[in-house]
Structure formats: structure tokens, C-alpha cells
């Protein structure tokens, strides 16, 4: 079955430690993006991915990091500069074009805490 | 900048009454008005896109609708399996796929 795997499921944190989430997806999408969701609000794009070997910052990038090496994997890194990053994080993606206007796909998810 | 609403942020409904959520939005160019259903733990799980003002979209209970200003999400006789937090989303014209959420409203369906 086609789909968008996470993992994993729950991660921790300690302070000054990087961690890395993984993404991986089998629905031959070109594009990929990473959110934060909180209690009370909307899903928060951090990095999005259009193409392999390119990838934009969204509206809260600061204190993570990507990469797109392979179309079927974008993991992200959350890097010890992030002060506040527990939360739920979601992998989507979506097939792209010039006026693409298909629906994002999503993963099930990682919650990450603080130790 | 695009925006989305949703009303109520709760609904409680016994089995078998019908009611809708409402998700208003303000956006530059609607390219398209997604919903969606999540479950506790779980990711966003698509449910509908919606492209223009007078369409309407139809999945057992469920029924979305959409005019220029607001979508509702109709859901008809709800059973106990209908409970989650319903997700609006809106996709406008910016130069990529940039899509808005808002942040949703709790159903809960009583036996």
C-alpha cells in the first residue's frame, strides 16, 4: 500500500542534543513538507521540498534543518537552537506542477518531548 | 495573507443528529479548499477538495460544500466513528503550493 511512513512514533529529547525525524514515502509525490502541530493551532509549515536537492524555508524554520536527497525521503533535524520543540511533528506530501492543486498527503507523525 | 476559521471549536452530538462545522476563509485566489478528519495521535487523513464557489462533494455521512467565503462540512446522522477533529485548509495563488489550516473543531458523537 502506498503511503507516508514516520518514525518514529515518539521521541525525547535532551538538552543540547539534535534529533532526527524520519519521512519516507512510496507515492512517487515530488513534493514534501514538514509541519508543527500544537494544542490550539493550525498546522505550522516548517520546510517544504519541491524537487530533490532543493528545499524552502516556511513560516518557522528557525532551529531546524533538512535534507532531500533521495524523492522518497526528506528528513528533519531538530537542532539544539530550537528552544521549544515539543510538539507533534507531520511529514506530508503532494504531487506538484505549475498550477497544481492536489491535496497533501500526510504521515501519522512523531511527538517529540523534552527530557 | 490567507486565513481560515472554524466554527465551532467543539460540537458534542447525540447518534443520529445532524449537524455542520462551519470553515470560513479570506484568500487570494482560491486554487482549492481541502478537508480533512484526524484522530487522536494520528495524521490528517484527506476527506475532500473543493475548487469553486457552488460545488459540492459527498462521502457516506459527509458532505462538503462551498460558496466565496465559507465551506460546511454537513454530516448526517453521525455515528460514535464520526468523532474527530475535522481540519479546513486553503490553498491560494502564492508562487508555490503554500496551503493555510485552521485549526479545526472537535466532534464528539454520543451513543
Known amino acids: 500500500d502506498g503511503g507516508i511512513t514516520q518514525s518514529p512514533k515518539y521521541l525525547f529529547r535532551k538538552e543540547g542534543q539534535n534529533v532526527t525525524l524520519s519521512c519516507e514515502q512510496n507515492?512517487?509525490?515530488?513534493?514534501m513538507y514538514w509541519y508543527r502541530q500544537d494544542p490550539g493551532q493550525g498546522l505550522r509549515l516548517i520546510y517544504y521540498?519541491?524537487?530533490?536537492?532543493?528545499?524552502q524555508k516556511g513560516d518557522i524554520a528557525e532551529g531546524y534543518s533538512v535534507s532531500r536527497e533521495k524523492k522518497e525521503s526528506f528528513p528533519l533535524t531538530v537542532t539544539s537552537a530550537q528552544k521549544n520543540p515539543t510538539a507533534f511533528y507531520l511529514c506530508?506530501?503532494?504531487?506538484?506542477?505549475?498550477?497544481?492543486?492536489?491535496?497533501?498527503?500526510f504521515g501519522d507523525g512523531t511527538r517529540l518531548s523534552i527530557l | 495573507e490567507d486565513q481560515v476559521t472554524q466554527s465551532p471549536e467543539a460540537l458534542r452530538l447525540q447518534e443520529g443528529e445532524s449537524s455542520s462545522l462551519n470553515c470560513s476563509y479570506t484568500?487570494?485566489?482560491?486554487?482549492?479548499l481541502f478537508w480533512y478528519r484526524q484522530d487522536p495521535g494520528k495524521g490528517p487523513e484527506f476527506l475532500f477538495t473543493?475548487?469553486?464557489a457552488g460545488e459540492e462533494k459527498e462521502k457516506e455521512r459527509l458532505k462538503a460544500t462551498l460558496t466565496k467565503k465559507e465551506s460546511f462540512l454537513h454530516i448526517t446522522a453521525p455515528k460514535p466513528e464520526d468523532s474527530a477533529t475535522y481540519l479546513c485548509a486553503v490553498q491560494g495563488g502564492g508562487g508555490y503550493q503554500k496551503v493555510t489550516f485552521g485549526t479545526g473543531t472537535k466532534l464528539q458523537v454520543i451513543p
Open positions: 521540498s519541491q524537487i530533490v536537492n532543493d528545499f
Open positions: 473543493l475548487y469553486s
Open positions: 506530508a506530501s503532494s504531487f506538484q506542477g505549475a498550477d497544481s492543486n492536489q491535496p497533501q498527503h
Open positions: 484568500v487570494s485566489g482560491l486554487r482549492g
Open positions: 507515492l512517487n509525490h515530488d513534493a
